[in-house]
């Protein structure tokens, strides 16, 4: 075993076993046999996932664990999304903690937003460009925050809240919160609870027209099996999509490396999958109907570790990250999954890729040039340049 497996294998196998929401998990199943039982279930769950990592015949190894995070060694630069009129805000760490900066898209007028903001994840814009929603503080504490487009105005809309996402009319926010998800007026008033309690929910998703919600469940007290869920705005018609598959939703919100990504017709869903707990499967990523039929794998393969699942606006084409071919870079296919292209060919990491509003460029996040930093290039991959750098 590598100095590498060794030191992931010290890293996977704590948070699988210690981690809040499974102590969650145990204080609620209150006696002695089920916790005896499940804390067999988390162990044997941890030492397959251990399996995973330390595997060198399917070259899986330390890169494999970099995807699941999101990041290999949590860039200092993560998670770029586009505004509609293409401005793109994006995660930064300076010398003090990670905030939201924005950038125009020529480069010019980077600037921080938030000041203070305990470790922001998941900052998301408003439909009218005018502000961003963003998840602060972590675990127990985070919170919902919003902050203008401009810099000015912060303020937190709901304490104990998680992933939060903007409906497509710009009226309602959707947030995790107590295991449960609730949605409230975009100014942060009447929260409204939307499903019962839940083993563990990551990353919320609109469909374009606002009547449905993605997102990812535990599929039972296992800390690491995920499984694809949708329902209604209005807490009905809620369904699991992949009862015979579980989805890699480990993502904690820093990029969308595992969020669950809708057509633009809203007909599909794509996200990145989990082929059992067996080494060398790897992690496809996977497209399923709004019912739940039509599950097809897109990238059977080249085996590997695949993420960021993203639909271009006329939803002929998905970008994606891959380590198939050494290290991460930035991929493209056709949604039939044909057609699979390497963008970026480059040594460094490359990741995180985010369509503009027209469909013309790929903003993504890399490190080429020594820092991490936000990219951007032409959706055949040509023109690749810097346009904001990590915060000094």
Request: aromatic share 8%; net charge positive; glycine share 14%.
């Amino acid at each position: 075993m590598t100095d590498f497996d060794r030191a992931s294998l010290d890293r996977i196998l704590p948070s699988a076993l210690g981690s809040p929401d499974w102590e969650d998990v145990m204080s609620r199943s209150g006696a002695r046999q089920g916790r005896r039982r499940w804390s067999l279930v988390a162990l044997a769950a941890a030492i397959l996932a251990a399996g995973l990592l330390v595997t060198p015949a399917f070259g899986i190894g330390g890169r494999l664990l970099a995807l699941i995070e999101g990041t290999p060694g949590r860039p200092d630069v993560q998670a770029p999304v586009w505004s509609p009129d293409g401005r793109i805000a994006f995660l930064s760490r300076g010398e003090g903690s990670k905030e939201v900066y924005v950038v125009n898209a020529d480069g010019s007028g980077q600037r921080r937003l938030t000041g203070d903001a305990r470790f922001p994840a998941a900052p998301a814009w408003s439909p009218n460009g005018r502000q961003i929603v963003f998840e602060g503080g972590s675990g127990a504490t985070s919170s919902v925050y919003v902050v203008n487009a401009d810099g000015s105005g912060q303020r937190r809309l709901a304490r104990n809240g998680r992933a939060p996402a903007w409906s497509p009319d710009g009226r309602t926010i959707a947030f995790f919160s107590d295991s449960k998800i609730y949605l409230m007026n975009a100014d942060g008033s009447e929260h409204r609870q939307l499903t019962k309690t839940m083993w563990g929910g990551r990353s919320l998703a609109w469909s374009p027209d606002g009547r449905k919600l993605a997102f990812f469940d535990k599929g039972g007290p296992c800390p690491i099996c995920f499984k694809l869920y949708v329902v209604n705005s209005d807490g009905s018609g809620l369904r699991n999509l992949t009862p015979k598959l579980w989805a890699a939703g480990a993502g904690s919100g820093g990029g969308p490396t595992f969020d669950p990504a809708w057509s633009p017709d809203g007909q599909m869903i794509a996200f990145v999958g989990l082929v059992g707990l067996t080494a060398g499967l790897g992690k496809p990523i996977y497209v399923v109907k709004v019912d739940g039929s039509g599950l097809r794998n897109l990238t059977p393969k080249p085996v590997g570790a695949y993420a960021a699942p993203a639909w271009s606006p006329d939803g002929r084409k998905l970008a994606f990250v891959s380590d198939r071919d050494g290290n991460s870079d930035v991929y493209v296919m056709n949604a039939s999954g044909k057609g699979q292209r390497n963008l970026t060919r480059n040594r460094a990491y490359d990741a995180d890729p985010a369509w503009s509003p027209e469909g013309q460029k790929i903003a993504f996040v890399s490190n080429r040039d020594g820092n991490y930093g936000v990219y951007v290039m032409n959706a055949d991959g040509r023109g690749q340049r810097r346009l904001a750098q990590r915060s000094p």
